[in-house]
């Protein structure tokens, strides 16, 4: 005869790959060019919903749940089997995805971490944590190279409009494009602040620097 225990357990595992599964097809099919949302606000929404679900779980149901059924790990590895391959698959060619998207995902891993510390699953989970690094880094990789090509567009056509010269109020010849330029910069950097973390910004802003002393040449 089945064991009684193990049989409970199967069912467990069973309703919470169908309830991870479930919350990442239900947006997945509103992630087409088409429609409102991007395949990357798709994949973040579903992974935070379910990351939700699993805090709730640990905190009203876990208690009453028989210790050695190990079911929150049963719950995090029906979403990190669900999360991983969907991750892999946006990330096959970072350039098809949108400026926000890079962003909105770097940022979406950091929160991801900060999830697995409140869980205290960071230590058990290195190897997890350690692959989305490698992504977030190949995001940031992505996010650099395509704020750089649009930075020196904008400044091609500032220096592309004709120049205004205008005297200052101690006789000096200035012109606005410097300021245009600068203004840009700092655009960009409230951008990168407002989604990054303090540690990436400087990246950003070393990287839009290089295009200004290249514009210069």
Not at 102 to 130: G, N, P, Q, T
């Amino acid at each position: 005869r089945r064991d009684i225990s193990q049989a409970v357990q199967d069912k467990m595992r069973e309703l919470f790959d169908n309830k991870v599964e479930g919350e990442f097809d239900s947006l997945k099919v509103f992630s087409s060019d088409e429609d409102k949302i991007s395949r990357g606000t798709a994949f973040i929404m579903a992974a935070n919903h379910v990351l939700q679900k699993i805090h709730l779980f640990e905190e009203e149901i876990l208690p009453c749940v028989p210790p050695h059924y190990d079911a929150m790990d049963m719950f995090i590895h029906a979403f990190e089997d669900q999360m991983l391959p969907r991750i892999d698959e946006l990330m096959q060619d970072p350039s098809l995805l949108r400026v926000s998207d890079l962003l909105d995902l770097v940022s979406w891993i950091e929160f991801h971490k900060m999830s697995y510390d409140m869980l205290k699953l960071s230590a058990k989970k290195k190897h997890v944590l350690d692959s989305l690094d490698s992504k977030k880094t190949e995001l940031l990789i992505e996010y650099k190279d395509r704020i750089k090509k649009q930075v020196a567009t904008w400044f091609d056509n500032i220096k592309k409009q004709p120049l205004e010269i205008v005297k200052s109020s101690n006789n000096a010849l200035i012109t606005s494009n410097p300021e245009d330029m600068f203004n840009i910069i700092h655009a960009q950097l409230d951008v990168a602040r407002e989604k990054l973390p303090p540690d990436h910004i400087k990246e950003v802003a070393f990287a839009m620097l290089q295009v200004l002393q290249e514009v210069q040449r």
